[in-house]
């Protein structure tokens, strides 16, 4: 009887531990599938996190590319601005010219049906340059030229005080260089050379051209 | 009326008031120029400053070569001139620095030339000195700053040896070699 007990629980024994083992591995399959399933979240938390990123990306994308958009409108306002004033300042600067034009158009219209004031007015403009023209050559008298001069004007200068007409002769070289009043202050210091070829001075005389008093 | 001298006493009674006007534009002038020390006293000294103002428009308009000079600070009376070595001498490729004091009676008077460079020049002495005739018993009322400029551009080329300040310099002269050197080696311009 003990012998078949023992059997009995021998086999209930053998039948408990396979049963243990197949728990076993089990347990074992259990634990592998729970460690699957922690990657996978592991794996979305991470997917989640890049779409996150990617998400704010795009978001300072978005916010960046509308600064840009801002900036490049406030550009184009002003360079609109700009333009505009040129713009203006060159449609002010056409006006002027335009009526400039039509003032020289006004004044040339009646010129071709030869209308008599503006004639004479043009007339008178063509007379008025010719007169000083005219009135220079008379005050320039031509004097005898005895002395050569350093400057090829046709008024000698004083060599002294280069401001006052020459109209003085120092003789006996015949050199006519000097002004009135250096004339006085050159004899008056017993200087009795002359300035320009070092010759000794007997006579000083005043000479007078057309055009002096 | 054969003699001038009568006429010209005649004559010059009768232009009295002209030098009277001149008078009045010269106080005039003098006095829009109040900053310029003028050291003669009426019409000699604004005559000189007009002189001297003319003499720089001349300077600053004319374009001679070599030559420049221009009044050192405000004092009409004090100017510093550049000479530049005329080319084909010893002193080619050199500038000095001058240095012209005119007197009070200028032009009468010549001015005081004297090399602020140091020269090395039969005619130049150690301090600057210029033996020149034209700045000395042959000057003449006729030279102004542009011509004395000239004369001593002129003078570096060709000194005068028969009368030298500077023995050494004279007697280097015949061997141009040499007294390249020797230039080249007292030429210190002033910066």
């Known amino acids: 009887m003990w012998d078949r007990q023992k059997a009995k629980l021998q086999e209930d024994i053998a039948e408990c531990k396979t049963k243990i083992t197949q728990v076993d591995r089990e347990l074992a399959e259990i634990n592998k599938a729970i460690r699957n399933m922690e990657m996978k979240i592991r794996e979305d938390t991470k997917a989640k996190e890049e779409n996150l990123a990617l998400a704010e990306q795009e978001h300072a994308k978005r916010e960046s590319a509308k600064a840009n958009a801002e900036r490049r409108l406030e550009e184009i306002r ?16 056409l006006e002027d010219e335009l009526a400039r034009l039509q003032k020289s158009m006004g004044v040339n219209h009646p010129t071709v049906p030869s209308t008599h004031p503006p004639g004479v007015a043009d007339r008178n403009s063509t007379r008025a340059p010719k007169q000083p023209t005219n009135q220079r050559p008379s005050p320039a008298s031509n004097k005898q030229s005895q002395a050569p001069t350093q400057k090829t004007s046709r008024r000698r200068d004083c060599v002294i005080c280069k401001r006052e007409e020459a109209c003085v002769i120092l003789l006996q070289c ?15 210091k017993g200087v ?18 057309a055009s002096s008093n | 009326m054969a003699r001038g001298e009568n006429n010209t006493g005649a004559h010059g009674s009768g232009n009295v008031p002209p030098p009277a006007t001149a008078a009045s534009t010269a106080a005039g002038t003098a006095a829009a120029s109040g900053k310029q020390q003028a050291r003669g006293a009426g019409a000699e000294g604004q005559s000189v400053v007009r002189r001297l103002q003319s003499e720089l428009m001349a300077l600053m308009m004319g374009g001679d ?40 009676e200028y032009p009468y008077k010549p001015p ?25 018993d042959k000057w003449s009322s006729a030279y102004d700053v542009r011509t004395i400029l000239l004369s001593i551009q002129s003078l570096l080329g060709e000194p005068n040896n028969d009368s030298p300040l500077n023995t050494q310099a004279a007697a280097l002269w015949p061997n141009q070699d040499e007294f390249r050197k020797m230039v080249e080696k007292l030429y210190k311009p002033t910066a």
């Open chain 1, 78 to 93: 002003q360079k609109t601005e700009v333009e505009s004033r040129c713009f203006k300042d060159d449609i002010k600067r």
């Open chain 1, 174 to 188: 015949a050199h006519q260089v000097l002004c009135v009043g250096c004339n006085k202050r050159h004899e008056e």
């Open chain 1, 192 to 209: 009795a050379r002359c300035p320009c070829c070092n010759a000794k001075v007997e006579e000083r005389i005043r000479v007078f051209g």
């Open chain 2, 65 to 104: 070569p070599g030559v420049s000079a221009f009044p050192e600070g405000d004092n009409i009376f004090s100017w510093v001139g550049t000479i530049a070595g005329s080319a084909a001498t010893a002193y080619e490729g050199t500038s000095y620095r001058l240095s012209l004091a005119f007197p009070g």
């Open chain 2, 112 to 136: 005081k030339v004297r090399f602020e460079t140091p020269c090395f020049h039969p005619n130049v002495d150690a301090h600057g000195n210029i033996c020149l005739d034209i700045l000395q």
